[in-house]
């Protein structure tokens, strides 16, 4: 079912108005040597003046970027107040010239900050205070890179720039957040929110409210002990918890709703036209959703179920054909198992022609054929999986564990199935994160305050880094990959 969704404000488009020059100046070949000469150097100068003009005058590296035509929405947003993001300060003194594509984040989650930087010198640069609550957060790029995205718990979006390493932007868009993602063409940002539940869609150079989608569904219901899913007959209507936020080529944003039993696709391309976005509808996809993924080439959108034995599949390419269950009886012995955290699905990972990722509660990583999507084997690791993330090449996989096993980090051999390494980077360990081409892998341990990074081919210690509680490490490369 697709619902279209109506929208406060009305939006205006900037008149493009073509850029007229001056006409050529005289040739100087009717001139003396002499001045024939000094011509020649005033035009070069003049050329070269242009062409700086020119650079700075297009943002890169110490200037602002030129803001885009596109339509806005002014409205306000669930907590009755407008939108304000923090202005830049006057002066650049403290921007730095510097490839963008070298740079990263960690979280450094107990104090609220972001730890800045070089991957390449194996450094911090710079560090950005302020930024809330960063118990789960999460982090997406601008196109450009030059800007993080920081999504806290506290509900806040924040905008940092890399280069001037301070906030560029801050609005707190909700009570409680868990995520959010940024369009094809890096023009919007989608946040999912847990309270009120929903989805908001913001301006990425400002962070003007966009649009609102609340998401709505009948409340009331029961659990059917048979199949486990829900039946909604009170009448009345509740917001679902957004989990799994994605974006999808075309535009588009996928996600899941944790008491609704639901997959929605929001389409934003309507707002390029001054038109509210719209959202397709597929319910009763099993119980309670709890996380998604998508894979490398945004096809299928891959759902979790908390209260079922197979995952919810639903393929963008032919979104008409619905969602269908796949991988039934992963979770076999599952309940006889404490579950010290449920692994995220974006631990999972396509690496040579299957699927990898955590068994739930149990001392496993799980392969299937992508063929049929069929459980083909399972592989036992040291503790419970959390994430399983596939080296860039597909040549390795890298699995970190739960509490009480989480000092230790194994590597799988993609071809084989079997534990070729293991490593012991830190107390806690809770991220990884690989260079663009896999080199080398960052690992985050909390407890003992440090990023290792590792040579992902001999497997040698290459740095260790003194950060404060490091949690997600995210390189600014994911601004060019779906779902990330």
């Known amino acids: 079912m697709t619902t279209t969704l109506s929208r406060s404000g009305h939006g205006s488009q900037r008149d493009a108005s073509p850029v007229t020059g001056s006409p050529a100046p005289t040739s100087p070949t009717a001139l003396s040597p002499a001045l024939s000469i000094a011509w020649r150097h005033c035009r070069a100068m003049l050329s070269l003046g242009l062409m700086l003009g020119l650079v700075l005058g297009s943002g890169f590296a110490m200037g602002q970027d030129r803001s885009e035509d596109t339509t806005t929405i002014r409205t306000t947003d669930s907590l009755g107040t407008s939108p304000s993001p923090a202005a830049l300060p006057e002066d650049t003194d403290a921007c730095q010239l510097r490839a963008t594509g070298g740079l ?9 900050r972001l730890a800045l930087v070089d991957r390449r010198a ?64 890096g023009r919007i940002v989608a946040v999912a929110n847990y309270e009120p539940g929903g989805v908001k869609l913001f301006d990425s150079d400002s962070l003007t409210l966009l649009a609102e989608v609340p998401a709505r ?28 936020l994605v974006d999808a080529p075309g535009h588009r944003f996928v996600y ?26 597929f319910t009763q996809i ?19 179920l908390f209260g079922e034995d197979h995952l919810a599949r639903l393929d963008l390419w032919h979104p008409e054909r619905g969602v269908e269950p796949v991988l039934s009886g992963y979770r076999q012995g599952d309940e006889s198992l404490p579950v010290y955290k449920m692994p995220h699905l974006e631990g999972w990972t396509i690496a040579n022609d299957h699927a990898w990722w955590p068994a739930v509660g149990r001392h496993e990583v799980l392969m299937a054929s992508l063929d049929d999507w069929q459980l083909e084997r399972r592989i036992a690791v040291h503790g419970q999986p959390v994430f399983v993330m ?26 084989s199935g079997d534990v070729i390494r ?7 360990v809770l991220h990884m994160e690989f260079s663009p081409r896999g080199e080398e892998v960052w690992i985050s341990a909390r407890d003992s305050d440090q990023v290792v990074v590792y040579d992902t081919a001999t497997f040698e210690l290459l740095a260790t880094l003194d950060i404060a509680s490091p949690s997600g490490i995210f390189f600014t490369d994911r601004a060019h990959r779906i779902g990330l």
């Open 104 to 112: 990263g984040v960690v979280v450094e989650r107990a104090d609220g």
């Open 122 to 185: 194996h450094k911090v640069i710079g560090r950005i205070e302020g930024l809330g609550d960063l118990s789960h957060a999460s982090v997406k790029f601008s196109s450009d890179e030059r800007y993080a995205y920081v999504f806290g718990r506290d509900g806040g979006l924040t905008k940092v720039d890399l280069l001037c390493a301070r906030i560029a932007a801050r609005v707190i868009q909700s009570g409680n957040s868990i995520g959010g993602a940024i369009s094809q063409d």
């Open 217 to 244: 569904y009948p409340s009331g219901g029961q659990y059917n002990g048979q199949h486990n899913s829900v039946q909604h007959n009170s009448g009345h209507e509740a917001l679902s918890k957004v989990v799994g």
């Open 256 to 281: 899941s709703l944790w008491e609704a039993d639901e997959i929605q696709i929001l389409d934003t391309t309507p707002l390029a036209s001054g038109d509210a976005p719209t959202v397709t509808r």
């Open 286 to 304: 099993g119980d309670r959703p709890y996380d998604a993924l998508i894979d490398p080439i945004g096809r299928y959108y891959v759902a979790g």
């Open 390 to 415: 596939s080296r860039p090449d597909q040549r390795q996989l890298w699995v970190n564990f739960a509490y009480p096993d989480n000092d230790m980090v194994q590597v799988l051999d993609s071809e």
């Open 422 to 428: 293991s490593l012991t980077p830190g107390q806690a």
